[in-house]
C-alpha cells in the first residue's frame, strides 16, 4: 500500500520524468558505488548509487535480493530514472527561479533506499523510505512497501493474498486503531484535543503495510504497519511503527496456496 495523500507531493516528486540538467549547471556528480551485473559465475549484488552536486543530492539502493529478479530490478532501475529527472527538473528550476529573484539557495535532495523485510519461496517483501529536501523549513520522508511475487514474477496486492478483498482491513482495522491510540497517548502525556485530525485514527490506505520475517526462518510472522509524518501525527511527533504478530485466525484468512509463507510467531 501507499502512504498518505499528505505525501502527494514527494511521490510525484520520486516518480515524475523531467529533464536531463545542462552541461555547465552543475558541479560534476560522484557515484558511490553501483552494482556490477550478474553473471554465471557472479550472483546478484545490492545495488547503491550516490550523487551529489551544487543543485541535488541523489542517491538511490536496493538489496541483492530485488537484483536477484530480473524483472524487479528493471521495474526499480526505470523508477530511479523517473526519479531522478523528476528531482532534477525541480532542482533546477528552483535553482533559477531563487537566483532570479534574489532568495537564498539549498540544495535539494532525493534518496530512496529499499531493504528486504523478509522472504519466503513465493514472496519477496520489499520495504522503501524515501527522504525529500526541496529547500523548505524541513525535509520530509515517506515509507513505501513492496510484495513481490516470485511465481507470478510481479508486484503482489496484499489484499490479493486473502480469500476475501475485504479481509485484511477486517483483521487489521481494529488492533490498529488501538495500537496508535495508545501509541500517541505516550509520545503526547496522555494529552488529546478535541477534535484535532490527529487524534482519528489513519486508514491503512494511508499506511505501508509490509510482511516481515522477524526471525529469518523463511516465512512472516508479523504484518508492519508504517505511518509517516502527517499520517498519525503533526511532523514533530515523527514515524509512527507498528508490528502485529500474525495469528492462527489471520492465516486461516489466507488463500490455501499462500498460506505456507505465513507462520504464527513464536512466543
Known amino acids: 500500500m501507499k502512504s498518505t495523500a499528505r505525501l502527494t507531493a514527494l511521490s510525484a516528486l520520486a516518480l515524475t520524468a523531467c529533464r536531463q540538467p545542462e552541461a555547465g549547471n552543475t558541479a560534476a556528480a560522484t557515484e558511490r558505488k553501483v552494482a556490477a551485473p550478474a553473471t554465471a559465475n557472479a550472483p546478484p549484488t545490492a545495488f547503491s548509487i550516490d550523487q551529489k552536486n551544487a543543485q541535488l543530492h541523489f542517491a538511490y539502493a536496493w538489496p541483492a ?8 530490478a528493471d521495474r526499480l532501475r526505470h523508477e530511479m530514472a523517473l526519479a531522478r529527472t523528476g528531482a532534477v527538473a525541480t532542482a ?4 533559477t527561479a531563487r537566483k532570479a529573484s534574489g532568495y537564498p539557495w539549498f540544495a535539494h535532495e532525493l534518496t530512496r533506499s529499499w531493504s528486504t523485510a523478509g522472504q519466503s519461496p513465493g514472496l519477496l517483501s520489499l520495504v522503501a523510505t524515501t527522504a525529500v529536501y526541496t529547500g523548505g523549513a524541513h525535509p520530509n520522508h515517506g515509507s513505501s512497501a513492496l510484495p513481490w511475487d516470485r511465481k507470478a514474477n510481479r508486484e503482489v496486492k496484499l489484499d490479493a493474498l486473502f480469500s476475501s478483498p475485504s ?4 483483521l487489521l ?5 488501538k495500537a496508535i491510540a495508545a501509541a500517541r497517548a505516550g509520545r503526547r502525556g496522555g494529552v488529546a484535543s478535541a477534535g484535532d485530525p490527529f487524534d482519528e485514527c489513519p486508514p491503512l ?46 492465516i486461516a484468512a489466507i488463500k490455501p496456496g499462500w498460506r505456507g509463507e505465513f507462520e504464527v510467531q513464536p512466543q
Open 92 to 95: 533546477s528550476d528552483d535553482f
Open 65 to 72: 535480493e530485488a537484483a536477484a529478479i530480473p524483472a524487479l
Open 167 to 170: 479481509s485484511l482491513a477486517a
Open 205 to 250: 490506505s494511508d499506511l505501508a503495510i509490509v510482511p516481515a520475517d522477524s526471525d529469518h526462518d523463511g516465512r512472516f510472522d508479523r504484518f508492519r504497519l508504517l505511518a509517516d509524518p502527517y499520517v498519525a501525527g503533526p511532523y514533530a511527533e515523527g514515524d509512527y511503527e507498528i508490528d502485529f504478530a500474525v495469528e492462527p485466525r489471520w
Open 173 to 177: 482495522t481494529g488492533p490498529w486503531c
